[in-house]
């Protein structure tokens, strides 16, 4: 990856954390599944580790491709929210790559979800 996309991702990720203070952390995950970059707030507990959270990221990358193939019939997908027992996961597909949001559950998805939105599209039309 080149480095001007390198760092102009780890602006989006931390553009997308100060949005809120329940979002936990920003990961942008390539579509092999990897880590390209990421902003995490301090003093977090992770709750998936090393090889877990390895195939957690293979997934999100997966899951992106499988749903691309619903675009023609249903339109590109704006972003997917999973309502989790410990955490809220919020997923926002890009042209290359998927941003991948963790926040604390009392967040408010009424609005974050489309704040997350208007940063992404700001930021040279991402979706």
């Known amino acids: ?14 553009e997308i954390m100060m949005l809120n203070s329940q979002i936990r952390f920003v990961k942008i995950i390539n579509t092999n599944g990897r880590v390209i970059t990421s902003a995490i707030k301090n003093d977090i507990e992770f709750f998936v580790n090393g090889q877990d959270e390895e195939m957690l990221y293979m997934e999100v ?3 992106k491709k ?7 019939f ?5 972003f997917s929210v999973y309502n989790r027992k410990k955490v809220v996961i919020m997923e926002f597909p890009i042209e290359n790559a998927t941003v ?18 208007a940063v992404l599209r700001k930021e040279n039309n991402l979706v």
């Open 66 to 72: 499988m749903l691309e193939d619903f675009d023609p």
């Open 100 to 117: 991948y949001v963790s926040s604390e559950k009392d967040i408010d998805l009424n609005n974050v979800p489309y704040q997350i939105l």
């Open 61 to 63: 990358a997966l899951r």
């Open 1 to 14: 990856m080149e480095l001007e996309v390198q760092l102009h991702f780890e602006d989006v990720c931390k």
């Open 74 to 78: 249903l339109g590109p997908m704006n």
